[in-house]
């Protein structure tokens, strides 16, 4: 599944090394927000930030992971299979592969409830 996007608006969402280290560490496997500040090496309030815009263009996906004392987290996963950026005669065209299809996403938000 892929999908045209703004250029400019993930162009400027990767700008940050921030967000982009932690498409690159959420990238295998589902990573909390205070694993994600350890290997970015920033605050959990920075990685929020970042996982907030990064949900924002679904670069990102979270799910909560339930603890046996009733407690619960979330988790992240990075939601990019592949960044494509074409060179056309009107321009610069970006498609994405996401790796979350809209029926992962609507089961998700169904568990949510």
């Known amino acids: 599944m892929s999908e045209e996007c703004d250029v400019e608006t993930i162009g400027s969402v990767l700008e940050d090394a921030v967000a982009r280290s932690i498409l690159v560490h959420a990238q295998s496997d589902p990573v909390s927000a205070s694993a994600l500040a350890d290997h970015c090496d920033v605050s959990t309030v920075t990685i929020y930030r970042r996982l907030e815009t990064l949900r924002e263009h679904d670069l990102v996906v979270a799910s909560t992971v339930p603890e046996r004392d009733g407690n619960h987290y979330k988790v992240y996963k990075t939601n ?19 790796t979350d299809t809209p029926a992962d996403r609507f089961t998700r938000l169904i568990e949510e409830l």
Do not use: A, C, N, Y
């Open 80 to 98: 990019v299979r592949r960044l494509s950026v074409t060179l056309t005669e009107d321009g610069f065209e970006l498609s994405i592969e996401r």
